[in-house]
């Protein structure tokens, strides 16, 4: 069974830093390649990092040296830990899996997601 569930998102400051998590089943945890990507209104979906299953990790320039991508095999989840967010980080952020994907960069081999947690920055 396929299950995605982000959580963790919600209202900071400009400065400020948030967590997300994103739970998954067993067999969804084990795919190749798991993100976070993120969508603002008005714009389309992007992807912010993903992980290999080997643990290469592939980061928009936006967010490098400002958001960690991590795992936890006991738990089955994958977290973004956020710091010195800014405005423009304001969008819905989405776990996705590919479980038999190859290029891990690549947004459209991301066949399952979650329903997205809401991540808001104030000036």
């Known amino acids: 069974q396929v299950q995605l569930v982000e959580s963790g998102g919600g209202s900071v400051q400009a400065g400020g830093s948030l967590r997300l998590s994103c739970a998954a089943s067993?067999?969804?945890?084990?795919?190749?390649?798991l993100g976070w990507f993120r969508q603002a209104p008005g714009k389309e979906r992007e992807r912010v990092v993903v992980i290999s299953t080997y643990g290469t990790t592939y980061y928009a320039g936006s967010v490098k040296g400002r958001f960690t991508i991590s795992r936890d095999n006991a738990k089955n989840t994958v977290y973004l830990q956020m710091n010195s967010l800014k405005p423009e980080d304001t969008a819905m952020y989405y776990c996705?899996?590919?479980?038999?994907?190859?290029?891990?960069?690549?947004?459209?081999?991301?066949?399952?997601w979650g329903q997205g947690t809401q991540v808001t920055v104030s000036s």
């Open positions: 996705a899996a590919s479980p038999r994907g190859i290029w891990c960069q690549d947004q459209a081999t991301y066949s399952y």
């Open positions: 067993v067999d969804t945890y084990n795919s190749n390649c």
